[in-house]
């Protein structure tokens, strides 16, 4: 992965935490890694554990954050989402997936940031 696109990786995921707490997230970790892949940040929201996927942009093109979760992502952080929950001891919890978008000027300073929840697909 290209530095430049690392270091927009690492501000979306700043904002997003940020966006995150202002909603009355707690949050957990972030970039919990396993041999699988990695979750960008794991929150609770009220009782329910949130895996939350970050996707930064700049500009407007390519569609919605959202829109850039495939099948084979969602599968990924299901069952990296599953690993945690049973290495936690947490196998009963009520779980989502959420995807934060942040949107970067050209300048690397955030624009916007959007927050949708229980992504399925």
């Known amino acids: 992965m290209k530095k430049s696109n690392i270091q927009k990786g690492v501000i979306g995921e700043k904002a997003a935490v940020e966006l995150l707490k202002k909603k009355g997230f707690k949050i957990i ?3 919990y890694r396993t041999r699988f892949g990695e979750i960008d940040i794991i929150g609770r929201d009220g009782e329910v554990i949130v895996f939350v996927e970050v996707k930064t942009k700049t500009g407007d093109q390519f569609g919605e954050p959202w829109e850039m979760m495939n099948k084979r992502k969602l599968g990924q952080i299901k069952r990296i989402g599953k690993m945690y ?7 009963d919890a009520v779980c989502r997936i959420d995807v934060v978008g942040v949107w970067l000027d050209y300048q690397g300073e955030v624009q916007k940031t959007e927050h949708w929840d229980n992504v399925t697909s």
Request: glycine share 10%.
């Open 29 to 31: 970790e972030t970039n």
């Open 85 to 91: 929950l049973v290495k936690k001891e947490m196998g």
